[in-house]
């Protein structure tokens, strides 16, 4: 079958090319500017990515069915031609995946307003690490394991990220509805995503609706410590497994400390102990990620009804993560410089709160982007002057696509810069990305250290954390 790609250059479309591609179908796509890496990766895989969007082209290429991106809308010249001309079939990226990847497979669907990609490379990981050959579609770029998506055996589990936005355009259900979870893997519930939810509670809506799909042999894998997925109810139709720090859990967290040298923590199976963990990946978020991951994979591994511990744990030791999660990009006597994918206020206040306890005594200076399609709005705009208060300094800069909002419901990043000077941090902010990568340079660089600089976006920041990364090497 030819599979044509609408957006193949993103993480998540190029990876799912890439399934398709292994699973033995002729695979080609579209997209405005595909770059390294997924270019390379794309390349290597002997799949064509063609520049722009042209449906002369299409036409002339002929694909039995066209996989339309979550980016693609009305407007798009190809999108038109589809549906004009009917002449080609068409469907989402989830809905894709639900037919050619994810049918009869035991698949662990990993959802949660944070730490998607992080517990599904891990839960990936642990079960190579395990001698098992599990399929995976991650929505990232993982160190480990090695690739972001891999087809894997079918007789073992698929890991997938299960994304609670919505699938397509014209498909306006959560992606991970299509996901036909075996284990669904519920890390942690909050507001986000103000373009698709209402409120909380439409957020809940879509979760249970999840909940309701999990077979009675299956599982629901839930963060026991979180308000929010609790009021989901006890959901009878399936088991419930607990994950946490209280004891209110199943699988317990206990004894989680971090230093400059890592994070140690201990996790307990019902009372009884399980493992000792020591390993580099910073703050109690990513100890919350690994018991998740551990929890699902040993399930995975030993039965959805039975005990998680068959799972051996020691390779946790040698996970490097995700690149853009709490990633270091420039580490030096005077000046380390981090990028971080965190665009929630949540994300960024634990993020903050652990580079507090790995760099005791270092100035800490927060950057942050607002360009999520929640963070450019005042959905959250309190919440953001709490957890950036956690910085000695903040550099905010421009929101993004500002002029597709109204100013009464746009981010207003002098405000916040105000509210967090009243809060005696060190706020900045600039009318341009360039002109905010001005001002952090002067004001940090030359500059007596230690000092650790976070960048928090979604995105590429206009280019700044690379110039500003490549200006501290030359520095120190």
Not at 95 to 117: E, M, P, Q, W, Y
Not at 267 to 295: I, S
Request: one cysteine or more.
């Amino acid at each position: 079958m030819k599979i044509y790609f609408m957006g193949i250059g993103g993480t998540a479309m190029g990876n799912a090319a890439l399934l398709t591609r292994a699973a033995g179908h002729d695979v080609l796509g579209a997209d405005l500017g595909v770059y390294p890496p997924m270019s390379t990766v794309l390349a290597e895989a002997g799949i064509t990515a063609h520049e722009g969007y042209d449906p002369v082209r299409l036409a002339a290429l002929a694909p039995d069915l066209v996989v339309i991106g979550n980016a693609m809308s009305r407007g798009n010249p190809e999108v038109e031609w589809l549906l004009d001309e009917r002449a080609i079939a068409f469907t989402s990226l989830p809905a894709l995946l639900s037919d050619f990847v994810l049918r009869r497979r035991k698949n662990i669907v990993v959802c949660g307003t944070h730490g998607k990609t992080t517990t599904t490379s891990l839960a990936a990981f642990l079960l190579r690490a395990n001698e098992r050959d599990p399929g995976f579609l991650i929505g990232g770029v993982p160190q480990d394991p090695p690739v972001g998506a891999h087809l894997g055996a079918l007789a073992d589990p698929f890991v997938i990220e299960g994304d609670e936005y919505d699938s397509a355009f014209f498909d306006k259900r959560s992606k991970f509805i299509h996901y036909a979870p075996h284990i669904a893997v519920l890390n942690n519930l909050e507001f986000d995503h103000a373009d698709i939810f209402r409120d909380l509670a439409d957020v809940q809506r879509t979760f249970a609706h999840l909940t309701r799909i999990v077979p009675r042999s299956g599982c629901v894998v839930m963060n026991g410590d979180d308000e929010n997925l609790r009021a989901l109810g006890d959901l009878p139709w399936t088991r419930v497994v607990r994950v946490g720090m209280t004891e209110v859990n199943d699988l317990r967290i206990v004894g989680f400390t971090e230093a400059v040298e890592g994070a140690r923590f201990e996790l307990w199976w019902r009372g009884e102990k399980w493992t000792d963990v020591h390993w580099a990946l910073p703050g109690q978020f990513n100890a919350r990620n690994a018991a998740m991951a551990a929890c699902a994979a040993g399930l995975a591994l030993t039965g959805a009804q039975g005990d998680p511990r068959g799972l051996r744990l020691e390779a946790l030791a040698q996970f490097r993560g995700v690149k853009r999660r709490q990633e270091i990009l420039v580490r030096g006597p005077e000046v380390t410089v981090i990028e971080d994918f965190g665009h929630h206020p949540t994300a960024i206040a634990e993020t903050l709160r652990s580079l507090r306890a790995r760099y005791p005594g270092a100035t800490l200076t927060a950057v942050f982007e607002p360009r999520s399609n929640t963070a450019r709005t005042k959905a959250l705009q309190a919440d953001f002057v709490s957890a950036l208060a956690g910085a000695d300094e903040a550099y905010i800069g421009p929101v993004s696509r500002a002029d597709k909002l109204k100013p009464s419901e746009r981010f207003e990043a002098g405000v916040v810069m105000c509210d967090l000077q009243k809060a005696d941090v060190s706020a900045h902010t600039a009318e341009t990305n360039a002109q905010l990568l001005e001002k952090l340079l002067a004001q940090t660089l030359p500059a007596p250290g230690p000092r650790v600089v976070v960048f928090f976006t979604n995105g590429s920041f206009d280019g700044i954390i690379a110039r500003y990364a490549a200006a501290v090497r030359a520095a120190q």
